[in-house]
């Protein structure tokens, strides 16, 4: 039986981390105030490995991207590619939500101006 399925399946070999995710990394080990050297310390690594990774010299075994975003108290998920955007657009609120820093909790779908409450009445009024 030819299998011509497994003839299309090439292995990915990327020459970086992706960008955004190699930022992600450095923001959140910034957003610890932790240093490259501190990251290192934590994961086992060198602080020369931290860079190289950071900056895309390197891509780390995925263990290792894993003991990294464990540390730094994130997470990775498989994510079906077509949820992709409705997931980053999620993150991105959530990230704004925690920037404008409040505390009462937001609706989960927004409200058009008139579908909004009516006013109080003032005592004036009829």
């Not at 995710?21 to 490995?49: D, E, F, I, V, Y």
């Not at 994510?79 to 999620?90: E, G, I, T």
């Amino acid at each position: 039986m030819d299998n011509d399925a497994t003839h299309d399946i090439r292995p990915l070999r990327l020459e970086a981390l992706p960008e955004d995710l190699r930022r992600m990394l450095k923001q959140a080990r910034a957003k610890r105030g932790w240093s490259q050297r501190k990251l290192a310390s934590r994961a086992g690594l060198t602080q020369k490995h931290i860079s190289s990774i950071e900056s895309g010299k390197i891509i780390p075994r995925y263990d290792t991207l894993l003991e990294l975003v464990r540390i730094l108290e994130h997470d990775l998920i498989m994510v079906p590619r077509a949820l992709v955007p409705a997931v980053q657009s999620m993150v991105r609120e959530h990230l704004r939500h925690d920037r404008r820093e409040e505390s009462d909790e937001r609706p989960l779908y927004a409200v058009d101006d008139d579908e909004r409450q009516p006013q109080e009445r003032h005592g004036d009024e009829v």
